[in-house]
T-cell receptor, first 112, second 109 residues
Framework: EAQVTQNPRYLITVTGKKLTVTCSQN?????MSWYRQDPGLGLRQIYY???????DKGDVPEGYKVSRKEKRNFPLILESPSPNQTSLYFCATQGSGKNIQYFGAGTRLSVL | DAKTTQPPSMDCAEGRAANLPCNHSTISGNEYVYWYRQIHSQGPQYIIHGLKNNETNEMASLIITEDRKSSTLILPHATLRDTAVYYC??????????FGTGTSLTVIP
């Protein structure tokens, strides 16, 4: 079964405490991406990766880091979280030459 | 960069066709238009995509104008389970995707 798995699903943390949200996929997809969703702003792309060791900024990359050391994993790193990063985060994957993105179930992050 | 404009909300009577418009006037010639929907706060779900021609699948139909500056997603017989936020998406430069704020569709019994 095709899966995009995000962990954790829910996280409450404090300002400045580094955290990582993991994303893994079992579809051997080249393209992976992170989005954040905020009320009234829809989904905005944070970072994306076309393949291993290839990452690019999306619309709202400030305050985030990513890495793509292996094809199946694309972690999102918040080195020093701030309250304005409180949001719902989604990871997505897409196969090369395909037109369908598959989304994870989401991670709801609260930064106090 | 190519982006989209959608009405923020729409209502549709159950059993009737739901027609959701999208404006993408800056789309480039070889870029697809994609439609996704999101139920509550779940991950968005793919519906359909198209380039120039009209498309139909088991979920919906997609009508793209000849100049490609706008499109309409058609749910032929809306059900209560179709209540969701619908996103019209284009792919920008550098393989970015622009979701916008979508249209919140409410299907009324």
């Amino acid at each position: 079964e095709a899966q995009v798995t995000q962990n954790p699903r829910y996280l409450i943390t404090v300002t400045g405490k580094k955290l990582t949200v993991t994303c893994s996929q079992n579809m051997n997809h080249e393209y992976m991406s992170w989005y954040r969703q905020d009320p009234g702003l829809g989904l905005r792309q944070i970072y994306y990766s076309m393949n291993v060791e290839v990452t690019d900024k999306g619309d709202v990359p400030e305050g985030y880091k990513v890495s793509r050391k292996e094809k199946r994993n694309f972690p999102l790193i918040l080195e020093s979280p701030s309250p304005n990063q409180t949001s719902l985060y989604f990871c997505a994957t897409q196969g090369s030459g395909k037109n369908i993105q598959y989304f994870g179930a989401g991670t709801r992050l609260s930064v106090l | 960069d190519a982006k989209t404009t959608q009405p923020p909300s729409m209502d549709c009577a159950e059993g009737r066709a739901a027609n959701l418009p999208c404006n993408h006037s800056t789309i480039s010639g070889n870029e697809y238009v994609y439609w996704y929907r999101q139920i509550h706060s779940q991950g968005p779900q793919y519906i359909i995509h198209g380039l120039k021609n009209n498309e139909t699948n088991e979920m919906a139909s997609l009508i793209i104008t000849e100049d490609r500056k706008s499109s309409t997603l058609i749910l032929p017989h809306a059900t209560l389970r179709d209540t969701a936020v619908y996103y019209c998406i284009v792919r920008g430069t550098g393989n970015q995707f622009y979701f916008g704020t979508g249209t919140s569709l409410t299907v009324i019994p």
